[in-house]
């Protein structure tokens, strides 16, 4: 390891935030494919920025891999098809966040015929840094977690003019350590964790090819501790240049502001800051997997890992085509989900609760947890007993009993000024709530009415 990577990798205890527990089961089940269903939709936003536009009509043949929407906004991500197939409307439909949005229905043809042959460049490695970003952002690549087009983090050390044309944001912070994330954000999903532990070889080679393309000298391989130092896969990669690290995983520390001052010792500034504020630039396996994939072969992000865990069914980690409704998913893991009280669309933290299951599989469906009635957890409108729980355990070290206050009666701009926008909504608040107030959707109203109110002057 260069010395330089040695030195700047002073890892400090992340003491906030909650121990959810070991790893469940699911971390052990290997990935396996989920095949097509017959119906998929396929949602034009599955990012943060706009959303595409539609490049296909109602009658079209498409094919795997055929672009089915684009945008010209520098966080949108183009969207390809997952399936060859007919399509059978273009009109507006329901995400997981409960939004409208334009949507692809593809009738599966079965044929799985690409668009074009995915064949191995063995001379990717020797691709110019402009041609490399280009074949990263045509293959809409997404940050799971946050809808982030992987594209638009990546920073080449000249700041050639053809990067800032290709991607629209300038960039004018070096990189110096790039974080190779393994964590997963909650104990009950583990797409990252399978990725590494059955992709090693690929993860080192696109650890390298990220490093090429943001001009990256140094690198971290970050495992739960629960893997350890000493497994063999983590001592390989060691060999090829990554220093590992492992790190209790107490959520939400593989976020990746979090995760950066764990490792780094150097705060984020927040809100509004990222790791690239601080010489960091942290990738999950999955991000990392997919640019290789990306460059290497041409290949689209076409489907997602997702895990699946609920009462009565045998978790898994599957490969799912993107699109796929969760109903299909949920179908193929159990048969029958009758009994299912509740279906949450990611994290059982951070996740999204649905009322239907049309919805769709997208580039940021984690997991889909099902929840039997025991399960269920109520909310109370009771009045704060100040207690200080919430305060103890807030990674951002701020204050949501105040910030809540402030929230519930009206009185936004206070909240504001004590700090409402530097939450990060993690949960961990009403998770250790013992009056059981629904702390985050004070944040979530409050954080909404102040950028109106700021928006109507």
Same mark, same amino acid.
């Given at each position: 390891?260069?010395?330089?990577?040695?030195?700047?990798?002073?890892? =400090?205890?992340?003491?906030?935030?909650?121990?959810?527990?070991?790893?469940?089961?699911?971390?052990?089940?290997?990935?396996?494919?989920?095949?097509?269903?017959?119906?998929?939709?396929?949602?034009?936003?599955?990012?943060?920025?706009?959303?595409?536009?539609?490049?296909?009509?109602?009658?079209?043949?498409?094919?795997?891999?055929?672009?089915?929407?684009?945008?010209?906004?520098?966080?949108?991500?183009?969207?390809?098809?997952?399936?060859?197939?007919?399509? =059978?409307?273009?009109?507006?439909?329901?995400?997981?966040?409960?939004?409208?949005?334009?949507? +692809?229905?593809?009738?599966?043809?079965?044929?799985?015929?690409?668009?074009?042959?995915?064949?191995?460049?063995?001379?990717?490695?020797?691709?110019? +840094?402009?041609?490399?970003?280009?074949?990263?952002?045509?293959?809409?690549?997404?940050?799971?977690?946050?809808?982030?087009?992987?594209?638009?983090?990546?920073?080449?050390?000249?700041?050639?003019?053809?990067?800032?044309?290709?991607?629209?944001?300038?960039?004018?912070?070096?990189?110096?350590?790039?974080?190779?994330?393994?964590?997963?954000?909650?104990?009950?999903?583990?797409?990252?964790?399978?990725?590494?532990?059955?992709?090693?070889?690929?993860?080192?080679?696109?650890?390298?090819?990220?490093?090429?393309? #943001?001009?990256?000298?140094?690198? #971290?391989?970050?495992?739960?501790?629960?893997?350890?130092?000493?497994?063999?896969?983590?001592?390989?990669?060691?060999?090829?240049?990554?220093?590992?690290?492992?790190?209790?995983?107490?959520?939400?520390?593989?976020?990746?502001?979090?995760?950066?001052?764990?490792?780094?010792?150097? *705060?984020?500034?927040?809100?509004?800051?990222?790791?690239?504020?601080?010489?960091?630039?942290?990738?999950?396996?999955?991000?990392?997997?997919?640019?290789?994939? !990306?460059?290497?072969?041409?290949?689209?992000?076409?489907?997602?890992?997702?895990?699946?865990?609920?009462?009565?069914?045998?978790?898994?980690?599957?490969?799912?085509?993107?699109?796929?409704?969760?109903?299909?998913?949920?179908?193929?893991?159990?048969?029958?989900?009758?009994? #299912?009280?509740?279906?949450?669309?990611?994290?059982?933290?951070?996740?999204?609760?649905?009322?239907?299951?049309?919805?769709?599989?997208?580039?940021?469906?984690? !997991?889909?947890?099902?929840?039997?009635?025991?399960?269920?957890?109520?909310?109370?409108?009771?009045?704060?007993?100040?207690?200080?729980?919430?305060? #103890?355990?807030?990674?951002?070290?701020?204050?949501?009993?105040?910030?809540?206050?402030?929230?519930?009666?009206?009185?936004? *701009?206070?909240?504001?000024?004590?700090?409402?926008?530097?939450?990060?909504?993690?949960?961990?608040?009403?998770?250790?709530?013992?009056?059981?107030?629904?702390?985050?959707?004070?944040?979530?109203?409050?954080?909404?009415?102040?950028?109106?109110?700021?928006?109507?002057?």
């Amino acid at each position: 390891m260069p010395e330089s990577s040695a030195q700047m990798i002073k890892p =400090k205890k992340f003491r906030r935030g909650l121990d959810l527990g070991p790893p469940h089961p699911v971390a052990a089940q290997p990935i396996k494919d989920m095949p097509a269903p017959e119906l998929l939709h396929v949602a034009l936003k599955q990012h943060q920025g706009r959303w595409c536009q539609p490049r296909v009509s109602v009658g079209d043949r498409v094919l795997i891999g055929q672009v089915l929407g684009e945008s010209t906004d520098p966080l949108s991500a183009p969207v390809h098809a997952p399936v060859s197939g007919e399509v =059978k409307a273009v009109d507006n439909r329901l995400d997981s966040f409960g939004q409208m949005v334009p949507t +692809v229905t593809i009738a599966n043809d079965g044929a799985e015929e690409w668009v074009r042959p995915l064949e191995d460049d063995p001379d990717f490695e020797k691709k110019k +840094v402009s041609a490399t970003i280009r074949a990263v952002r045509e293959a809409g690549i997404v940050q799971a977690r946050t809808g982030r087009p992987v594209h638009s983090l990546l920073a080449p050390p000249e700041r050639p003019r053809s990067y800032i044309f290709l991607v629209g944001i300038p960039v004018h912070k070096p990189i110096k350590l790039l974080i190779a994330n393994t964590l997963d954000s909650e104990p009950t999903m583990a797409a990252n964790r399978r990725l590494f532990l059955e992709n090693a070889a690929d993860l080192a080679l696109g650890v390298k090819l990220v490093q090429k393309i #943001a001009g990256v000298k140094s690198a #971290a391989l970050v495992v739960s501790d629960d893997i350890g130092l000493d497994s063999p896969i983590v001592r390989q990669l060691s060999g090829e240049g990554l220093a590992p690290l492992a790190v209790r995983n107490r959520f939400p520390v593989a976020w990746d502001e979090l995760l950066t001052t764990t490792v780094t010792s150097r *705060e984020v500034p927040w809100p509004g800051g990222e790791s690239r504020d601080v010489g960091a630039l942290v990738l999950g396996a999955d991000l990392i997997l997919g640019i290789l994939d !990306a460059v290497r072969s041409g290949r689209p992000q076409i489907d997602r890992v997702v895990s699946v865990v609920g009462p009565e069914m045998s978790p898994r980690n599957l490969r799912v085509r993107l699109g796929t409704p969760i109903k299909d998913v949920l179908a193929f893991v159990a048969g029958s989900f009758d009994r #299912a009280a509740k279906i949450v669309v990611g994290g059982l933290m951070d996740g999204a609760a649905q009322f239907n299951d049309q919805v769709p599989v997208t580039k940021m469906t984690r !997991a889909l947890h099902v929840l039997g009635r025991r399960d269920l957890v109520s909310f109370s409108e009771h009045l704060c007993i100040k207690c200080g729980r919430c305060v #103890a355990v807030c990674p951002m070290r701020i204050l949501p009993n105040v910030i809540t206050n402030f929230c519930e009666f009206g009185r936004f *701009e206070e909240a504001a000024e004590a700090e409402l926008f530097n939450c990060i909504e993690c949960g961990c608040c009403a998770y250790v709530c013992p009056a059981r107030r629904p702390l985050v959707h004070y944040v979530k109203h409050g954080k909404a009415e102040v950028t109106a109110m700021r928006a109507a002057q």
